[in-house]
């Protein structure tokens, strides 16, 4: 792979020096802004271990695979904008949106979104609101945090009203 190769990610870096350290697992992400920029990347890479890695460790194996390489592969990415960072939303959770634009058969598309992300142990994961099943609320939250769902990730996720 070329050196050079400016990284995906938008912070118009080499690749090398950028998000491939954190892709080859060399470096963790220290804040949910920057995973989310290596997820993105990851995506445009076609890493798609570290999509599954960096998703909460209890959601891994619900997620599927197929669908998320086909979804990289299909698309042609074209860009990622952080919008906004909220990085310190207790406890140990922080949200990032963004927009993703890429082109599909239908042409240009932007796929807007305000993720959730949580720290556990020194590691940030997102936080995947798509995944089922999901636990019940007074059952230990995926984050493994100890906590009930309710008062953990749930309401970070929209599953507590
Ligand atoms: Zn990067
Ligand atoms: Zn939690």
């Known amino acids: 792979m070329n050196s050079m190769l400016m990284c995906p990610c938008g912070l118009s870096q080499p ?21 989310m920029r290596s997820r993105y990347a990851a995506f445009v890479m076609g ?13 891994q194996h619900l997620l599927d695979v197929k669908a998320i390489t086909a979804w990289s ?17 207790k406890p140990h959770h922080a949200k990032v949106e963004f927009i993703a634009r890429f ?27 798509t995944v089922e099943p999901m636990p019940t609320l007074k059952s230990v939250c995926l984050c493994g945090s100890g906590q009930k769902f309710k008062r953990c990730c749930a309401p970070f996720l929209g599953l507590t009203s």
Do not use: K
Not at 81 to 86: E, G, R
């Open 15 to 35: 690749y090398s020096q950028c998000c491939e350290p954190l892709h080859t697992q060399h470096l963790m992400a220290d804040s949910a802004e920057q995973l």
């Open 47 to 59: 890493e798609i271990d570290y999509i599954v890695q960096t998703t909460v460790p209890a959601q």
């Open 73 to 89: 592969q299909q698309n042609q990415w074209l860009g990622l904008t952080i919008v906004s960072s909220q990085p310190n939303l």
């Open 103 to 129: 082109r599909d058969q239908q042409g240009e598309q932007q796929h807007h979104e305000l993720s959730s992300f949580v720290q556990a142990g020194s590691r940030w994961y997102f936080l995947d609101p």
